[in-house]
Protein backbone atom coordinates (compact mmCIF):
# COMPACT_ATOMS: atom_id res chain seq x y z
CA UNK A 1 0.00 0.00 0.00
CA UNK A 2 1.86 3.40 -0.79
CA UNK A 3 1.67 6.24 1.00
CA UNK A 4 -0.34 9.32 0.37
CA UNK A 5 2.00 11.24 -0.77
CA UNK A 6 4.16 8.39 -2.66
CA UNK A 7 0.23 7.94 -4.30
CA UNK A 8 -0.23 11.28 -5.35
CA UNK A 9 3.34 11.71 -6.66
CA UNK A 10 3.17 9.01 -8.92
CA UNK A 11 -0.51 9.29 -10.71
CA UNK A 12 -2.73 11.92 -11.03
CA UNK A 13 -5.80 8.89 -10.13
CA UNK A 14 -5.74 5.60 -8.55
CA UNK A 15 -5.58 3.38 -12.00
CA UNK A 16 -5.69 0.00 -10.18
CA UNK A 17 -8.74 0.23 -9.10
CA UNK A 18 -10.62 -1.12 -12.37
CA UNK A 19 -13.97 0.28 -11.41
CA UNK A 20 -12.29 3.64 -12.78
CA UNK A 21 -12.36 4.22 -16.48
CA UNK A 22 -9.22 6.91 -16.49
CA UNK A 23 -6.19 7.68 -18.49
CA UNK A 24 -2.94 7.45 -15.88
CA UNK A 25 0.14 10.32 -16.28
CA UNK A 26 2.87 9.00 -14.49
CA UNK A 27 5.66 11.38 -13.17
CA UNK A 28 8.98 10.36 -12.87
CA UNK A 29 10.08 12.28 -9.72
CA UNK A 30 13.84 10.80 -9.93
CA UNK A 31 14.75 13.03 -12.68
CA UNK A 32 15.41 16.70 -12.77
CA UNK A 33 16.97 19.54 -14.97
CA UNK A 34 19.20 22.05 -14.44
CA UNK A 35 18.66 24.52 -11.90
CA UNK A 36 19.05 28.85 -12.49
CA UNK A 37 22.18 28.56 -10.35
CA UNK A 38 23.81 25.65 -12.37
CA UNK A 39 23.21 27.51 -15.73
CA UNK A 40 24.91 30.59 -14.20
CA UNK A 41 27.44 28.83 -13.24
CA UNK A 42 28.18 27.45 -16.49
CA UNK A 43 27.97 30.81 -18.67
CA UNK A 44 30.22 32.50 -16.04
CA UNK A 45 33.10 29.38 -16.95
CA UNK A 46 32.16 29.92 -20.44
CA UNK A 47 32.86 33.84 -20.10
CA UNK A 48 36.30 33.65 -18.18
CA UNK A 49 37.81 30.95 -20.64
CA UNK A 50 36.94 33.21 -23.72
CA UNK A 51 38.72 36.13 -22.15
CA UNK A 52 41.62 33.88 -21.06
CA UNK A 53 41.85 32.80 -24.86
CA UNK A 54 41.33 36.52 -26.56
CA UNK A 55 45.06 37.36 -26.41
CA UNK A 56 46.66 34.08 -27.36
CA UNK A 57 44.85 34.45 -30.66
CA UNK A 58 45.97 38.32 -30.51
CA UNK A 59 49.78 37.22 -29.73
CA UNK A 60 49.46 34.42 -32.67
CA UNK A 61 48.25 36.91 -34.83
CA UNK A 62 51.38 39.50 -33.86
CA UNK A 63 53.67 36.60 -34.59
CA UNK A 64 52.89 35.69 -37.93
CA UNK A 65 55.09 38.52 -39.38
CA UNK A 66 57.92 37.40 -37.24
CA UNK A 67 57.39 33.79 -37.90
CA UNK A 68 57.47 34.44 -41.94
CA UNK A 69 60.81 36.35 -41.51
CA UNK A 70 62.25 33.69 -39.87
CA UNK A 71 60.81 31.01 -42.19
CA UNK A 72 62.67 33.16 -45.30
CA UNK A 73 65.90 33.59 -43.30
CA UNK A 74 66.16 29.89 -43.21
CA UNK A 75 64.91 29.18 -46.54
CA UNK A 76 67.72 31.91 -47.84
CA UNK A 77 70.28 30.48 -45.98
CA UNK A 78 69.84 27.14 -46.91
CA UNK A 79 69.40 28.50 -50.79
CA UNK A 80 73.14 29.86 -50.02
CA UNK A 81 74.51 26.36 -49.53
CA UNK A 82 72.60 24.25 -52.29
CA UNK A 83 74.16 27.44 -54.93
CA UNK A 84 77.37 26.29 -53.29
CA UNK A 85 77.01 22.59 -53.32
CA UNK A 86 75.59 22.84 -56.66
CA UNK A 87 78.16 25.03 -57.92
CA UNK A 88 74.91 26.67 -59.65
CA UNK A 89 73.79 30.41 -58.86
CA UNK A 90 70.61 30.33 -57.04
CA UNK A 91 68.36 33.60 -56.63
CA UNK A 92 65.19 34.69 -54.98
CA UNK A 93 62.15 35.88 -56.71
CA UNK A 94 60.67 38.47 -53.84
CA UNK A 95 57.24 38.80 -54.90
CA UNK A 96 54.64 41.10 -52.76
CA UNK A 97 52.50 38.17 -51.90
CA UNK A 98 54.78 35.35 -52.36
CA UNK A 99 58.11 34.47 -53.44
CA UNK A 100 60.23 31.30 -54.79
CA UNK A 101 63.97 30.42 -55.76
CA UNK A 102 65.16 29.67 -59.08
CA UNK A 103 68.37 27.94 -60.37
CA UNK A 104 71.04 29.10 -63.82
CA UNK A 105 71.12 26.66 -66.17
CA UNK A 106 73.49 25.30 -68.34
CA UNK A 107 71.76 27.62 -71.02
CA UNK A 108 71.97 30.55 -69.16
CA UNK A 109 68.26 30.49 -68.08
CA UNK A 110 66.78 30.77 -65.06
CA UNK A 111 64.60 28.19 -64.11
CA UNK A 112 61.97 27.88 -60.73
CA UNK A 113 62.61 25.41 -58.35
CA UNK A 114 59.83 22.93 -57.36
CA UNK A 115 61.52 21.42 -54.45
CA UNK A 116 60.74 21.90 -51.41
CA UNK A 117 61.37 24.43 -49.46
CA UNK A 118 62.71 26.56 -52.69
CA UNK A 119 59.30 26.04 -54.59
CA UNK A 120 56.50 28.82 -54.59
CA UNK A 121 55.22 30.24 -51.38
CA UNK A 122 52.43 32.18 -50.85
CA UNK A 123 52.30 34.49 -47.89
CA UNK A 124 49.67 35.11 -45.24
CA UNK A 125 46.71 37.56 -46.31
CA UNK A 126 48.35 40.12 -44.09
CA UNK A 127 52.03 39.47 -44.94
CA UNK A 128 54.32 41.27 -47.95
CA UNK A 129 57.21 42.19 -48.88
CA UNK A 130 57.41 46.18 -49.38
CA UNK A 131 61.04 46.11 -50.39
CA UNK A 132 64.68 45.33 -51.24
CA UNK A 133 67.34 47.80 -50.71
CA UNK A 134 71.09 46.74 -51.87
CA UNK A 135 73.77 48.76 -50.19
CA UNK A 136 77.83 48.89 -51.19
CA UNK A 137 79.12 49.33 -54.75
CA UNK A 138 78.98 47.20 -57.20
CA UNK A 139 76.36 44.66 -57.68
CA UNK A 140 77.65 41.04 -59.40
CA UNK A 141 73.62 41.43 -60.20
CA UNK A 142 74.10 43.40 -62.63
CA UNK A 143 75.06 39.95 -65.04
CA UNK A 144 71.51 39.24 -65.17
CA UNK A 145 69.73 42.36 -64.72
CA UNK A 146 67.73 42.13 -68.04
CA UNK A 147 67.01 38.68 -67.32
CA UNK A 148 63.30 37.65 -66.66
CA UNK A 149 61.51 34.61 -65.37
CA UNK A 150 57.94 36.18 -64.37
CA UNK A 151 55.42 33.96 -66.04
CA UNK A 152 53.50 36.98 -67.29
CA UNK A 153 53.14 40.48 -67.11
CA UNK A 154 50.88 40.74 -63.78
CA UNK A 155 54.08 38.53 -62.31
CA UNK A 156 56.64 41.08 -63.84
CA UNK A 157 54.79 43.92 -62.44
CA UNK A 158 54.47 42.60 -59.00
CA UNK A 159 58.08 41.62 -58.54
CA UNK A 160 59.76 43.53 -55.73
CA UNK A 161 63.56 42.07 -56.47
CA UNK A 162 66.04 39.54 -56.75
CA UNK A 163 69.19 38.32 -54.85
CA UNK A 164 71.18 35.77 -56.40
CA UNK A 165 73.74 33.52 -54.03
CA UNK A 166 76.25 32.69 -55.99
CA UNK A 167 78.54 29.30 -55.97
CA UNK A 168 81.42 30.99 -54.14
CA UNK A 169 79.42 31.86 -50.94
CA UNK A 170 79.03 35.77 -51.75
CA UNK A 171 75.89 37.84 -52.20
CA UNK A 172 75.33 41.41 -52.56
CA UNK A 173 74.82 43.03 -49.69
CA UNK A 174 70.43 43.98 -49.63
CA UNK A 175 67.78 44.50 -46.82
CA UNK A 176 64.36 43.40 -47.56
CA UNK A 177 61.46 44.56 -45.77
CA UNK A 178 58.21 42.41 -44.53
CA UNK A 179 55.25 44.75 -43.35
CA UNK A 180 52.02 43.48 -41.70
CA UNK A 181 48.57 44.71 -41.94
CA UNK A 182 47.72 44.05 -38.31
CA UNK A 183 50.89 45.28 -36.74
CA UNK A 184 52.37 48.97 -37.36
CA UNK A 185 55.70 47.90 -37.68
CA UNK A 186 58.15 45.58 -39.71
CA UNK A 187 61.05 43.85 -39.60
CA UNK A 188 63.70 43.47 -41.94
CA UNK A 189 65.75 40.51 -42.99
CA UNK A 190 69.27 41.45 -43.48
CA UNK A 191 71.46 39.85 -46.48
CA UNK A 192 75.53 40.58 -45.78
CA UNK A 193 78.31 38.26 -47.21
CA UNK A 194 79.84 35.67 -44.70
CA UNK A 195 78.76 33.10 -42.43
CA UNK A 196 75.54 34.33 -40.40
CA UNK A 197 75.15 36.73 -42.69
CA UNK A 198 71.20 36.39 -42.87
CA UNK A 199 69.44 37.66 -39.78
CA UNK A 200 66.00 39.25 -38.91
CA UNK A 201 66.28 42.45 -37.22
CA UNK A 202 63.25 44.69 -35.65
CA UNK A 203 63.57 47.54 -37.45
CA UNK A 204 65.55 49.50 -40.07
CA UNK A 205 69.31 49.77 -38.39
CA UNK A 206 70.96 52.98 -38.51
Same mark, same amino acid.
Given at each position: ?47 ? /??? &? ?5 ? !??? *?? @???? $? ?69 ? /??? &? ?5 ? !??? *?? @???? $? ?48
Amino acid at each position: MLSPLTQSATSVVDCNNPSMDCVCETYDTSQSGFTLLEILVVITLIAI /SAA &MMAPSFI !SMS *DA @DISE $EARRLQQVLRLASEEAQLTGTPIRLMALKETYYLESLAGDKQWQKLSETPFNSYALPANITISAIQFSGGF /SRQ &MEFEEES !SAD *DK @DEEM $ELVGRIIFWPDGMLDAADLTMLSSRETGELLLQLRPGPGGIRVVEDDPS
